[in-house]
């Protein structure tokens, strides 16, 4: 069975850190750009950031840039999102979704596989 499991996400107070980890099981991620996209409430959901397949490549919106920091361990599977500087606007459900490519050109409509995302809490 091919999943995505999505965990670390919890309550931090404003300017906390958090580090999000993403693993798959049932498949391996080396072919995969990985996405994180988060979605809070009454918002549609969001990119927050993407990695190339071999992690060399990486982007970011605009609102974490120079806060957030994408990284991947392909031996263990597992895709990684250190969060810091966190706001209460940055409170959001994270989830990790795959999509075989290579480049990090990660798209809501594109991706393949989805997790059941980790919530995130940033309030004081």
């Known amino acids: 069975q091919l999943q995505l499991v999505e965990s670390g996400g919890g309550l931090v107070q404003p300017g906390g850190s958090l580090r999000l980890s993403c693993a798959a099981s049932?498949?391996?991620?080396?072919?995969?750009?990985i996405g994180w996209f988060r979605q809070a409430p009454g918002k549609e959901r969001e990119g927050v950031s993407c990695?190339?397949?071999?992690?060399?490549?990486?982007n970011y919106s605009d609102s974490v840039k120079g806060r957030f920091t994408i990284s991947r361990d392909n031996a263990k599977n597992t895709v990684y999102l250190q969060m810091n500087s966190l706001q209460p606007e940055d409170t959001a459900v994270y989830y990790c979704?795959?999509?075989?490519?290579?480049?990090?050109?990660?798209?809501?409509?594109?991706?393949?596989?989805w997790g059941k995302g980790t919530l995130v809490t940033v309030s004081s």
């Open positions: 990695i190339s397949s071999r992690g060399g490549t990486t």
């Open positions: 049932g498949f391996t991620l080396d072919y995969y750009a």
């Open positions: 979704a795959a999509r075989r490519y290579s480049l990090p050109i990660c798209g809501i409509y594109v991706m393949d596989y």
